[in-house]
């Protein structure tokens, strides 16, 4: 028993879940605030888009064609 507890084979996958599970905790615990960043980073993003006349491609990707050079 005590050269298996003193083996450290194992370590790294051991350490690898528990960061794996600390992520997902703290993922958890701040979803609300994650989410709410993340909208508001793509919101900022469209917002420039649209300021510079870009198209939304994805809504009517048949309407969309590559900006004309002046």
Same mark, same amino acid.
């Given at each position: 028993?005590?050269?298996?507890? !003193?083996? !450290?084979? %194992?370590? %790294?996958?051991? !350490?690898?879940?528990?960061?794996?599970?600390?992520?997902?905790?703290?993922?958890?615990?701040?979803?609300?605030?994650?989410?709410?960043?993340?909208?508001?980073?793509? %919101?900022?993003?469209? $917002? !420039?888009?649209?300021?510079? %006349?870009?198209?939304?491609?994805? $809504?009517?990707?048949?309407?969309?064609?590559?900006? $004309? $050079?002046?």
């Amino acid at each position: 028993m005590k050269q298996l507890w !003193e083996e !450290e084979d %194992g370590i %790294g996958t051991l !350490e690898l879940l528990l960061i794996v599970a600390v992520l997902v905790i703290v993922a958890i615990a701040f979803r609300k605030w994650i989410l709410s960043f993340i909208k508001k980073l793509f %919101g900022e993003a469209n $917002s !420039e888009l649209s300021n510079t %006349g870009a198209k939304d491609c994805l $809504s009517a990707p048949d309407s969309c064609q590559a900006p $004309s $050079s002046p």
